[in-house]
């Protein structure tokens, strides 16, 4: 069983920073590609980031690039997203996400096969 464990959301002031972790529990599982994704209340969720992690490329929505980055420490077994310059629109829950069926980065939750609980960001 993979667990996807998140960590790092919290509350900041508008162009403030904060980075999520997302700690894949089985190490033998080696998703080819991840994302986080975001919902707000009363929105439906939204595909964020997403990184192919053998080739290291990555994908990001309109809304947040140039603000937010994906990356990936192989040796941890963790994705990061970096996100600054945050507003109050990125208020949210995040939900890191885990699939070996694509190889470029996607976000279209259905090609994920394993979520986390998600960790909430509060942006004021």
């Known amino acids: 069983h993979v667990q996807l464990v998140e960590s790092g959301g919290g509350s900041v002031q508008a162009g403030g920073s904060l980075r999520l972790s997302c700690l894949v529990s089985r190490i033998s599982y080696s998703p080819s590609c991840m994302g986080w994704f975001r919902r707000a209340p009363g929105k439906e969720r939204e595909g964020v980031a997403a990184i192919a992690t053998r080739a290291r490329t990555t994908y990001y929505a309109d809304s947040v690039k140039g603000r937010f980055t994906i990356s990936q420490d192989n040796a941890k077994n963790t994705v990061y997203l970096q996100m600054n310059s945050l507003k109050p629109e990125d208020t949210a829950s995040y939900y890191c996400?885990?699939?070996?069926?694509?190889?470029?980065?996607?976000?279209?939750?259905?090609?994920?096969?394993?979520w986390g609980q998600g960790t909430q960001v509060t942006v004021s």
């Open positions: 996400a885990a699939t070996r069926t694509r190889t470029m980065p996607t976000m279209w939750d259905r090609d994920y096969n394993f």
